[in-house]
């Protein structure tokens, strides 16, 4: 739009996004002349990394020059869409022990998975895995296979797992699931199982949404409940259950 021509006009590009590789940093545009506008035959190339957000926003620094050095800069970005995975709700079934849906010790169970996608783009041909370090379960699923996982949908998955003979009454285990599909794209979640026949929190994760009081009974008429790690001192227990936390009063005081 100046009233002047350009002549060998080029234009470097930079981004400071931490997903982005440039394959290109200068395109040649060539003359240009006043009060016109001219398409650059080159084009801008670039590549996103495989975990980059959905909806992350990829900025881009344009600055254009020719010969005289005069300069002009542009900024603009691009919107990447990009899957999104989520796990659902993770149901026990034991529908080859005595199918009470409780984990006994010794039985193999089958943990169905509910794995959404809540992004704006499809995955497909997606293999993954189940880990888990605890000896006293097997994962006897060692490979997950999913088709395509279309955007806005669910797909049920089901691993097998063995709890050893030795269990005691509590036992919980963390489990990391790795998914993989063949756009690259890789999603690490996790997930946990327990024996326990009924509701259960380990009380790991924090408070979450417990509320607690003390009625103002006690003899500083405080809230004395606190959530932490047990040191056996004034009647509370040496350990947790499970995990390292419980509730207590006066946790760690004499």
């Known amino acids: 739009i100046n009233a002047i021509d350009s002549e060998n006009a080029y234009a470097l590009i930079t981004s400071s996004s931490e997903y982005l590789t440039l394959e290109t940093d200068s395109i040649y545009i060539g ?32 600055t254009v020059y020719d010969e005289q050095g005069a300069g002009w800069k542009l900024n603009f970005s ?33 943990a169905s998975i509910v794995l959404n996608n809540v992004g704006r783009q499809s ?21 997950i296979e999913i088709e395509t996982l279309v955007v806005n949908s669910e797909v049920t998955i089901e691993v097998d797992i ?12 963390q489990f990391d699931l790795v998914l993989v599909s063949t756009e690259s794209y890789s ?7 327990t024996n326990v026949d009924g509701f ?39 350990v947790a259950s499970s995990g390292q936390n419980c509730w207590g009063t006066d946790l760690g005081w004499d």
């Not at 999603?187 to 199982?193: K, N, V």
């Not at 790991?204 to 790690?229: C, F, K, R």
Request: with cysteine; charged share 25%; net charge negative.
């Open 31 to 62: 003359n240009i002349e006043a009060n016109s506008v001219k398409q650059a035959v080159d084009t801008l190339l670039f590549s996103v990394i495989s975990d980059c957000p959905d909806k992350e926003e990829l900025d881009f620094i344009l």
């Open 78 to 110: 691009s919107e990447v869409y990009a899957p999104n995975f989520e796990i659902g709700d993770v149901v026990l079934l034991d529908p080859e022990g005595d199918q009470d849906g409780v984990w006994d010790a010794g039985e193999k169970i089958s």
């Open 187 to 193: 999603y690490e979640g996790s997930f946990q199982l």
């Open 200 to 238: 259960y929190d380990d009380f790991e994760a924090g408070e979450n949404g417990w509320t607690h009081s003390s009625y103002q009974i006690t003899s500083n008429h405080h809230d004395d409940w606190m959530l932490g790690l047990p040191v056996g001192k004034a009647g509370d227990p040496d």
């Open 123 to 143: 995955a497909t041909s997606i293999v993954g895995t189940v880990t888990n370090d605890n000896p006293l379960f097997t994962i006897l699923t060692p490979t």
């Open 162 to 173: 063995q709890l050893d003979a030795s269990a005691e009454d509590i036992v919980v285990g």
